[in-house]
């Protein structure tokens, strides 16, 4: 009998348990289309857990179990009536990328058939690259301190990491997707810093960006961040790969999301390239408090109503790029589909959360009957 693939699911928070259900749905009906059988498993890692225990992050105990898992599929995390912004998210997301070294952001910039982008004249031609986000290193290691505190002279101070061997293999990762994708006759790197400024943190980056000079059939590029933003919303048609800091490439990858027809839309993967860890898939959305809460009497309460407002096409696309990095192509190109559909719909605003996860189920049962 086939071994099956084994996914640890973290539905996480508020509509990120809304979308993860969604997401489940519709892969449950691409089923037909793996070449392997898949085993969900549920872990319930989010607000109410960490409160329930007395945690700020997630201990061993917690990782132990992700470990055993091939794939680990996120929805999203944080519930602000709760516990406050940025502890989750430290104790969870940081925590998982940095123990299990899923050192690639990828983040595809890539605006589908049919979709509008916000730049005019811009379409799926012209929208079409990747980011290779550093996910280990940068301002994100969290360390620094504050000094003296409480005072008009408190200072915060905050510490970016950039190593050699971090860049080198992120940059070894994207030279590997710029020749995959094969969108050019000359794949091409751009390599995304603030060499002008961050003359230490620099020292890495460009080593590695001299290095990858020498490739041959390889065109490698260097930008500031500063000028990557702005030629992201003029020329987006002259990127193929893109290998970014950590800081930098997690508000230029939204900016992205954004190109490519909205946040809505937009997906992440935290990759282990090695394989030695499990890699995560998420949709960029957060939880969406607005579409879960409603406040009477002072109180914030539950409506369900309002989570007919969430668009689970991110998740599905999420999920979808699991599938693809397990080698199963066929049946995450049939759920990209699915969502696509939705997206492109006309009336696709106005239909309620339930018709959209039906729409897609049913586009699928009927690909594989």
Not at 48 to 68: H, S
Not at 100 to 119: C, I, M, T
């Amino acid at each position: 009998m086939t071994e099956p693939y084994s996914v640890a699911v973290i539905p996480g928070d508020l509509n990120g348990i809304t979308v993860t259900n969604a997401a489940l749905a519709v892969a449950d009906a691409a089923r037909p289309f793996l070449t392997r059988p898949l085993v969900h498993t549920q872990l319930p890692y989010g607000a109410d857990y960490f409160l329930e225990r007395g945690i700020t992050q997630l201990g061993p105990a917690e990782l132990e179990k992700l470990a055993r898992h091939d794939q680990i599929f996120l929805g999203a995390i944080g519930d602000p009536t709760k516990i406050k912004p940025g502890v989750l998210e430290i104790g969870i997301l940081l925590k998982v990328r940095q123990a299990f070294d899923q050192y690639v952001n990828l983040r595809p910039v890539v605006l589908p058939q049919g979709v509008p982008s916000v730049l005019v004249g811009k379409g799926p031609e012209e929208i079409n690259f990747e980011i290779c986000r550093e996910n280990s290193e940068g301002l994100y290691v969290g360390i620094g301190r504050v000094e003296n505190a409480g005072t008009e002279d408190e200072v915060g101070i905050q510490e970016m990491h950039c190593s050699y061997r971090g860049v080198k293999r992120l940059a070894e990762f994207a030279e590997q997707r710029a020749r995959a994708r094969k969108r050019r006759e000359t794949p091409t790197i751009h390599f995304v810093f603030k060499t002008n400024v961050l003359t230490y943190a620099s020292s890495p980056w460009l080593k590695v960006f001299e290095e990858f000079q020498g490739k041959p059939d390889l065109s490698v590029k260097y930008m500031h961040v500063d000028n990557f933003g702005m030629q992201m919303l003029t020329h987006p048609e002259q990127f193929d790969v893109v290998v970014i800091e950590n800081m930098f490439g997690d508000i230029m990858t939204d900016i992205g999301a954004v190109l490519q027809g909205g946040i809505g839309t937009a997906v992440s993967g935290n990759i282990n390239p090695t394989g030695a860890y499990p890699s995560m898939f998420e949709p960029v959305h957060g939880t969406a408090p607005d579409k879960w809460y409603e406040k009477r009497d002072g109180m914030w309460v539950h409506n369900p109503e309002l989570m007919q407002q969430m668009r689970p096409e991110a998740a599905i696309l999420a999920y979808a790029m699991m599938l693809e990095q397990m080698g199963e192509v066929r049946a995450a190109e049939k759920m990209t589909q699915a969502a696509l559909a939705n997206i492109r719909n006309p009336g696709y605003g106005q239909m309620p959360l339930d018709t959209l996860v039906e729409n897609a189920c049913r586009a699928l049962e009927r690909e594989a009957a």
